[in-house]
């Protein structure tokens, strides 16, 4: 885990204070005491990156039921919180509550008759494709819908003012309005004019590409067709010739990311909500952030998670109550405070709180607004079942090749094809 990822700064994500948001008629758990509440019992959840969940926010939840005490563990990144998920589920070893990332949730689903069903009283709450995701083949609810991801471009004005290029979010905005061609011509220009990549990493583009796109490596009926996908060659190709050479890293979230969000290395991110806490609390002294409202080809969701609880835990029925709690309306427009997490619940969503809200680090941007809005502009909910994130993983390492000098284009593609044929 590298603890950098969650440094926050004393400056709040949102400038509005999220402790006074009431919303009618949310359920939160900590309204009924845990079972067994004379007893002394410890929740654990483990969770990835920076779901919000603050240690003010899990006090929060101690205060009100004072004999539960929650201990919380991040992993670095998604990875390796799913190699330890699919290690223990079923087996033990697993904390009481787990988040489990987009990309992976199908492969979770799998494995529903070993995660405890979410109560009656939870269903309805959030936005139907979330809920329906979570929901398996015998109609149990069996995940807890956090975040949503949709995306705007996070960039440094101070850095682009160098380059010559817009600084303010309008500016950007109409900068960037285009497809993703038009998005590496701007990054070709910056490169020219400062000579260092603009973009943050080559297959955060490779991403954002792929969540536009409805059907990438597996059809609905169980058909691979990965390799033979047009979309999914021209997403790989577009990537390999124009974002790996303006591109700082292959990856994220290595050591040295985590530090260029302060030193300047790149200019510019593809910015989900969560990202905003992440660039934060890694550039904390860092005054030139902002976000534009716009997004290469229109709109793109890029993450969202959901936490679960094992069936084989020891604390099931608290550990429900708590995943209840910290997913209700009023604890989603606070974790969108902390760290940009925007909700998934429907009431959060309708709330005038989130309509108002901004960023003080990120120039007093109107996040609520932004956030909207790019969610709205998400037309394509991407088909991912259980080989996803194997086939995906797969063709990010193909990428990551090209950019490290391993292979060229066609040869990284080459072994990405026999991986594929090979799972």
Known sequence: MNSRAFRRSAVAVAAFSASAIVLAGCAGGGETPPADSDEPITLTIATFNDFGYTDELLQEYMDENPNITVEH??????????????????????????????????????????????????????????????????????????????????????????????????????????????????????????????????????????????????????AVIATENPEVANAYNLVAERAVPNSAYAGQWSDDWFASMAGGEFATML?????????????????????????????????????????????????????????????????????????????ALESPELADATNAYFQDAPVGQILTTRAEAVTVAPYKDASYFQYHQALQDAVTRVFDGLENQEASWNTWVAEVEAF
């Open 271 to 347: 910015c989900p909500g969560w990202m905003l806490g992440i660039i934060e609390g890694n550039a904390p002294d860092t005054a030139d952030w902002n976000i534009a409202d716009v997004f290469p080809n229109g709109g793109g969701n890029w993450g969202g998670s959901y936490l679960t609880v094992p069936a084989d835990g020891e604390n099931v029925e608290a550990a429900l109550q708590l995943a209840d709690w910290l997913t209700a309306p009023e604890q989603q427009m606070k974790a969108f405070a902390n760290a940009g997490t925007f909700p998934s619940q429907t009431e």
């Open 73 to 222: 563990t991040r992993a670095a990144e998604s990875g390796d919180a799913r190699a330890n998920y699919f290690a223990k589920l079923g087996k033990g070893g697993l904390a009481d509550i787990e988040g489990v990332e987009i990309d992976w949730f199908a492969e979770a689903m799998q494995y529903s008759d070993l995660l405890a069903e979410a109560p009656d009283s939870v269903k309805g709450r959030w936005l139907d494709w979330k809920e329906a995701a979570a929901t398996d083949a015998d109609g149990r609810l069996v995940g807890f819908g956090t975040d949503i991801g949709p995306q705007g471009i996070c960039y440094r004005a101070d850095l682009f003012a160098a380059a010559g290029l817009p600084t303010d979010p309008e500016g950007v905005a109409e900068l960037f309005n285009g497809d993703w061609e038009a998005f590496l011509d701007v990054a070709d220009e910056y490169k020219a004019a400062t000579g260092k990549p603009m973009i943050d990493s080559a297959n955060s583009v490779l991403q954002g590409i792929m969540n536009q796109l409805e059907y990438t490596y597996t059809e609905e009926d169980g």
